[in-house]
């Protein structure tokens, strides 16, 4: 009986040996598969656990929540798009797919950590760094409250008043001072769609930019902030990043003559704010801006900027110039340079 066994398996061994001269490679994986089985029921003995990893096929979407951003961004995030030369810096293009950077819910998110990030991981260290083209320092905030109550909760009527009279005099101090206040307030005279208009502004702890657009004579205002605001004036109104993002989903925020933002932008995706980890989140911010903005409407910027030496600034804020600075203004038309530390930028769709 024994005998009869071993004869069986050298059978069944010399079978194979043939079929792996012979037979085709699709056809022999199929029986290879089957081997330990085969020898199992001949040797008596319990089945082998195949330990084989499938693949994914390749058409399978990304799970990784930076990679769906990525793939929603779209040309947006590709910082290696060439541009072409601008009044000011280069200018460059791109589609821009305004359902799907909306419709990302991971673009909004917070980090949920217990702090603010305090370095960049080494994974997400080249999209940060536009390829090593932007130098990394380091300035450490932790000031959390996306999706909290903001510093400055509430907007009293008077409050504002008092600010837009102090603008027109000249003497608003705002958060960086009269000289960085009356900049902007010159940039405001450029920018087409601020007078008799409906305008978007992005990031304010205290409505010292608010005023200023008041002031400049737009009809309504329209703030968007991490943190949520009671605004008690009836021309100022306040929004939080998900209600924006669902109002454009479901079409009730409307379009917006003009976009303002002061000192705000060059913060996103950094952390600091509890947003979470976004290399382009800046980018993203300011294409979002571009959707909502009626053709003909202006962007009005004030950030960091040094044209020839930008960098990062872990995880307080970015400095913005040859480099980033074309890429976080795509599809905006350069129009008007004005001045100031932070100085304010003109665009126009």
């Not at 589609?95 to 673009?107: E, G, P, S, T």
């Not at 911010?285 to 903005?293: D, F, G, K, L, P």
């Not at 038309?333 to 004005?338: F, L, T, W």
Request: hydrophobic share 35%.
């Amino acid at each position: 009986m024994e005998l009869k066994r071993k004869y069986a398996i050298a059978a069944v061994l010399l079978v194979l040996i043939i079929a792996w001269i012979l037979i085709p490679n699709n056809v022999l994986q199929t029986v290879s598969d089957k081997t330990t089985v085969v020898l199992n029921v001949f040797g008596n003995r319990k089945a082998a656990t195949s330990k084989s990893t499938p693949k994914l096929p390749l058409n399978t979407s990304p799970t990784d929540p930076l990679e769906i951003i990525r793939r929603d961004c779209g040309q947006l995030c590709d910082t290696s798009r060439k541009g072409s030369p601008g009044p000011y810096f280069d200018h460059v293009n791109a589609d821009i797919n305004c359902q799907a950077i909306f419709r990302n819910q991971y673009v909004d998110r917070g980090h949920e950590l217990p702090h603010a990030p305090k370095s960049i991981p080494k994974n997400l260290m080249i999209e940060y760094t536009m390829n090593n083209r932007i130098p990394v320092k380091y300035w450490y905030f932790d000031s959390q409250y996306l999706g909290k109550t903001a510093r400055s909760p509430v907007w009293t009527e008077k409050g504002i008043e008092d600010w837009i009279i102090s603008a027109k005099q000249g003497k608003l101090r705002g958060n960086y001072g009269a000289g960085e206040t009356n900049a902007l307030r010159d940039a405001l005279k450029h920018a087409p769609g601020i007078v008799d208009g409906r305008v978007m502004v992005i990031g304010s702890e205290n409505p010292w930019v608010e005023a200023c657009v008041l002031e400049a004579g737009a009809r309504e205002v329209f703030t968007l902030e991490y943190g949520s605001i009671k605004s008690e004036h009836p021309k100022v109104k306040t929004i939080v990043p998900l209600d924006f993002r669902m109002r454009y989903l479901n079409n009730t925020l409307g379009t917006f003559d003009a976009i303002v933002t002061f000192s705000s932008i060059e913060h996103s995706g950094l952390g600091r704010y509890g947003d979470a980890l976004n290399p382009w989140g800046d980018i993203i911010a300011i294409a979002r801006a571009w959707c909502v903005t009626k053709p003909g409407g202006s962007l009005t910027i004030g950030v960091q900027y040094n044209y020839d030496h930008e960098y990062l600034r872990f995880n307080a804020d970015r400095w913005y110039g040859k480099i980033r600075y074309p890429y976080l203004t795509t599809n905006w038309k350069q129009h008007y340079r004005g001045k100031g530390s932070q100085r304010v930028h003109v665009f126009t769709k």
